[in-house]
């Protein structure tokens, strides 16, 4: 089961081409300006079963490319997220995640979840909101602070490689 704040069948402004984007509730970052306070209560929502979301995300086959996690902070519903992420993966779908954590404090966390979900991740969005780095900011992401990171390369070559071409 997942709190979740949110679905969207399908969205071109949370990752690359047509997407669903799952909000999940929950979020202690805290960040000035963040445009989904709510989402910071980590009962906010209600709680679903994966089979539930998984089926909508099966109706939005083939139309979209990928889907999104978002939030609330997804790190903090590793577990369930990283379950519910292989199972959008077998469907040959891409993955996204935005996170308020920077991928650095993921590696270095040394927390199992964590590192679970972010191991199925091909897109991660990372770092915390700031407000007054929004005006420059790419499609994307919030503010400039934020990286897009091709996690599987940065996985791979022990270093962070982030998407040149979105
Ligand atoms: S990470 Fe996102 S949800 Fe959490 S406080 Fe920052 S902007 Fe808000």
């Known amino acids: 089961m997942l709190q979740v704040a949110g679905f969207l069948d399908n969205s071109t402004?949370?990752?690359?081409?047509l997407r669903s984007v799952l909000f999940v509730s929950g979020c202690n970052h805290n960040?000035?300006?963040?445009?989904?306070?709510d989402m910071q209560d980590f009962n906010y929502g209600d709680r679903?079963?994966?089979?539930?979301?998984?089926?909508?995300?099966?109706?939005n086959i083939p139309l979209?490319?990928?889907?999104?996690?978002s939030g609330g902070e997804p790190f903090e519903q590793a577990q369930p997220l990283t379950t519910l992420a292989?199972?959008?993966?077998?469907k040959g779908l891409n993955l996204w995640c935005y996170t308020g954590y920077t991928y650095e404090?993921?590696?270095?966390?040394?927390?199992?979840?964590k590192l679970n979900l972010l191991k199925q991740i091909d897109v991660l969005?990372?770092?915390?909101?700031?407000?007054?780095?929004k005006d420059d900011a790419c499609k994307y992401v919030g503010s400039t602070n934020q990286r897009i990171i091709d996690v599987k390369e940065s996985l791979k070559l022990e270093k962070i490689i982030t998407l040149k071409e979105v």
């Open 105 to 113: 404090e993921i590696l270095q966390s040394n927390n199992r979840d």
């Open 86 to 90: 292989k199972k959008i993966k077998d």
């Open 31 to 37: 960040c000035i300006g963040c445009h989904n306070k």
């Open 13 to 17: 402004v949370n990752g690359k081409g």
């Open 64 to 69: 979209i490319s990928g889907v999104t996690f």
């Open 48 to 59: 679903v079963s994966l089979d539930h979301i998984l089926n909508r995300i099966q109706h």
């Open 125 to 133: 969005i990372d770092g915390k909101f700031n407000d007054k780095l």
